[in-house]
């Protein structure tokens, strides 16, 4: 650490935590070391969780549950077994509420489906609401805007205030007596804004509102308790946790997944089925349909033992202390703009900036150049874009293998950018 950094508290040992994952030694454009910043988009994976997936082909490949033989019931019981390290890992009450997807974004849409199928008192038609913010992922707005656009319901929204947080001034307005599902994220994919959970659910529980919460930017990063968020669902994705790749999480409250109609249907979602009719398996299988993510579920077990090995209050120790470094080296950076909260305070670790006139794609291909990886885009989240007259951002996000060096490497890529283009 150079004494540039020495103020700086709270850093995991990144040295030896680097040598986990096998990327970061790449190096680009002639021997440019690369400096990964686009976590938020997915996270790099540590040899334990490809040693992992490597043994599970090698050893133990087989369809899961219905099979007597050896390697099927070692399948199984790895499948299974993920499934209790992601309860533990969110403090689920019952394994049986841990339901496997392909990922988040499969995960909400599961639970807008299951919503615009339930009989009463959960089905969402013309008569009730649906309460969204205007700083969602895409995948927490389309699937809320195609149940609306089937069943006649009305969509709401919080707006954002100048500073890139949620304007909850008129929550009552926005949540009312009509209002059956509020869904929100608990971290901005593209601001980085963390929201007030308490406040939301507190007033969609006066209203009997169901709370579904977008995880995806918070469970890599931080102590994700279902039970402490006291909401009815949860989504998140495994890809960005350090797992693999095609495997997500939906948890939901036991008494809601038994009520509840399933969306997919197909072999092992069953109990019984005739050619006149079908009952189903008790959740989590209810809602698994067909071969599920067996492979991408062990994997994503060993990443949930990989960061519980490390400690989830200790990620976010280093997170918080890398996001204030770069909050602070980034605003040095003259003409730069961060996109949302300019402190560190209440925020995740994914810092979206524009950088005077010169367009975000170009910033991230001169940035490519130096072999600085960071997104452009709207990042999924274009009203966030519209809502602050910008085109796109050019986002950095960290993690639990992030640098303060790599902060620096960046501040320096920008001043390069910015002689660049004059």
């Known amino acids: 650490m150079t004494s540039a950094h020495q103020g700086l508290t709270g850093l995991l040992d990144t040295e030896a935590i680097r040598k986990d994952f096998p990327l970061l030694d790449r190096t680009v454009h002639d021997g440019k070391k690369i400096v990964y910043l686009d976590s938020a988009a997915t996270s790099q994976k540590p040899r334990q969780v490809l040693d992992a997936l490597n043994a599970y082909y090698e050893r133990h490949n087989a369809n899961v549950h219905r099979g007597v033989y050896t390697v099927a019931e070692e399948a199984t019981a790895l499948y299974e077994g993920a499934r209790d390290k992601v309860a533990a890992f969110i403090n689920a009450p019952s394994r049986n509420e841990v339901i496997f997807t392909k990922n988040a974004s499969e995960s909400l849409n599961l639970v807008a489906n299951m919503l615009g199928w339930a009989e009463d008192p959960y089905r969402v038609d013309h008569e009730t609401?649906?309460?969204?913010?205007?700083?969602?992922?895409?995948?927490?707005?389309?699937?809320?805007?195609?149940?609306?656009?089937?069943?006649?319901?009305?969509?709401?929204?919080?707006?954002?205030?100048?500073?890139?947080?949620?304007?909850?001034?008129?929550?009552?307005?926005?949540?009312?007596?009509?209002?059956?599902?509020?869904?929100?994220?608990?971290?901005?994919?593209?601001?980085?804004?963390?929201?007030?959970?308490?406040?939301?659910?507190?007033?969609?529980?006066?209203?009997?509102?169901?709370?579904?919460?977008?995880?995806?930017?918070?469970?890599?990063?931080?102590?994700?308790?279902?039970?402490?968020l006291q909401a009815d669902f949860v989504a998140f994705t495994g890809h960005k946790m350090c797992g693999p790749t095609g495997i997500g999480v939906l948890w939901g409250r036991q008494e809601l997944l038994e009520d509840l109609p399933p969306f997919l249907g197909g072999g092992e979602m069953i109990e019984t089925v005739s050619m006149h009719s079908s009952t189903y398996a008790p959740a989590p299988h209810k809602f698994e349909a067909g071969t599920p993510p067996i492979a991408q579920a062990v994997g994503l077990g060993a990443a949930v033992d990989y960061l519980s090995a490390i400690g989830m209050e200790n990620i976010a120790r280093h997170e918080h202390a890398i996001t204030e470094y770069a909050v602070r080296r980034l605003q040095e950076v003259p003409?730069?703009?961060?996109?949302?909260?300019?402190?560190?305070?209440?925020?995740?670790?994914?810092?979206?900036?524009?950088?005077?006139?010169?367009?975000?794609?170009?910033?991230?291909?001169?940035?490519?150049?130096?072999?600085?990886?960071?997104?452009?885009?709207?990042?999924?989240?274009?009203?966030?874009?519209?809502?602050?007259?910008?085109?796109?951002?050019?986002?950095?996000s960290f993690y639990l293998y992030s640098t303060p060096a790599e902060v620096d490497a960046l501040v320096e890529g920008l001043e390069h950018v910015r002689n660049f283009f004059g």
């Open 129 to 228: 609401e649906i309460a969204i913010t205007e700083m969602e992922h895409h995948s927490n707005i389309v699937p809320w805007q195609l149940l609306s656009q089937r069943t006649g319901a009305k969509l709401k929204w919080f707006g954002l205030t100048d500073d890139g947080r949620l304007d909850l001034s008129n929550i009552e307005e926005v949540i009312t007596e009509k209002t059956k599902i509020v869904s929100f994220t608990l971290v901005s994919n593209l601001l980085g804004t963390q929201n007030p959970v308490e406040t939301i659910v507190r007033r969609a529980q006066e209203v009997g509102a169901l709370v579904c919460i977008d995880a995806s930017q918070a469970a890599p990063h931080q102590v994700l308790d279902v039970q402490a």
């Open 335 to 396: 003409d730069l703009r961060i996109i949302g909260p300019t402190t560190a305070e209440d925020r995740g670790a994914a810092i979206s900036f524009t950088l005077g006139d010169i367009h975000p794609h170009d910033v991230g291909q001169v940035l490519d150049e130096q072999g600085i990886a960071v997104r452009v885009g709207h990042h999924c989240a274009r009203p966030v874009c519209l809502r602050y007259g910008i085109p796109a951002t050019t986002r950095a």
